[in-house]
T-cell receptor
Framework: GAGVSQSPSNKVTEKGKDVELRCDPISGHTALYWYRQSLGQGLEFLIYFQGNSAPDKSGLPSDRFSAERTGGSVSTLTIQRTQQEDSAVYLC?????????????FGSGTRLTVV | KNQVEQSPQSLIILEGKNCTLQCNYTVSPFSNLRWYKQDTGRGPVSLTIMTFSENTKSNGRYTATLDADTKQSSLHITASQLSDSASYICVVSRIASGTYKYIFGTGTRLKVLA
């Protein structure tokens, strides 16, 4: 597609439930990132996928968080047993390659509210 | 420690006025620096990208400067418009173990008033 698409745009869930957030990157972009933006905070790196390489999971805050990228395209971020502190906007970004010479494109994010 | 600090945290200006946002970083080794604009409820959109050898880069009414010696960057907005109201985020990238890492500032929230 023309841009990075994320769904759902808003998600309200009860504490303890699992949620799945989806990211559809720009076609042909080999690198995909997940970030989290809490209210009043900067962007927090979560996980990075590059082609067929093993993902960089160094930013995942706990083992309740996981992500996968199937077929090198669509990615799903899963949060198990959600907690109230998981409430944030989850942003996905993709870029052409790993050289960082190109800007990367963000999706509009998924606003997650855990009640 | 690799950090990016932005100032001011928030800024209110009148339409038509100019303003300058600051970004100081302690990221090493430096790869490049980007300024993003993030409208409320939207993802960040790239304004400029600057490498080590570039001192200034313009994108319409936005002009970014980079001083790699002092590790400072600024984003100057000329003749502000109401649509400039947004958060402006400075992002510095570094190379670590062959992978690019991005360090984000917490942003400056700009409000332009009529």
């Amino acid at each position: 597609g023309a841009g990075v698409s994320q769904s759902p745009s808003n998600k309200v869930t009860e504490k303890g439930k699992d949620v799945e957030l989806r990211c559809d990157p720009i076609s042909g972009h080999t690198a995909l990132y997940w970030y989290r933006q809490s209210l009043g905070q900067g962007l927090e790196f979560l996980i990075y996928f590059q082609g067929n390489s093993a993902p960089d999971k160094s930013g995942l805050p706990s083992d309740r968080f996981s992500a996968e990228r199937t077929g090198g395209s669509v990615s799903t971020l899963t949060i198990q047993r959600t907690q109230q502190e998981d409430s944030a906007v989850y942003l996905c970004a993709s870029t052409v390659d790993r050289t960082a010479n190109y800007g990367y494109t963000f999706g509009s994010g998924t606003r997650l509210t855990v009640v | 420690k690799n950090q990016v600090e932005q100032s001011p945290q928030s800024l209110i200006i009148l339409e038509g006025k100019n303003c300058t946002l600051q970004c100081n970083y302690t990221v090493s080794p430096f790869s490049n620096l980007r300024w993003y604009k993030q409208d409320t409820g939207r993802g960040p959109v790239s304004l400029t990208i600057m490498t080590f050898s570039e001192n200034t880069k313009s994108n319409g009414r936005y002009t970014a400067t980079l001083d790699a010696d002092t590790k400072q960057s600024s984003l100057h907005i000329t003749a502000s418009q109401l649509s400039d109201s947004a958060s402006y985020i400075c992002v510095v990238s570094r190379i670590a173990s062959g992978t690019y890492k991005y360090i984000f500032g917490t942003g400056t929230r700009l409000k332009v008033l009529a």
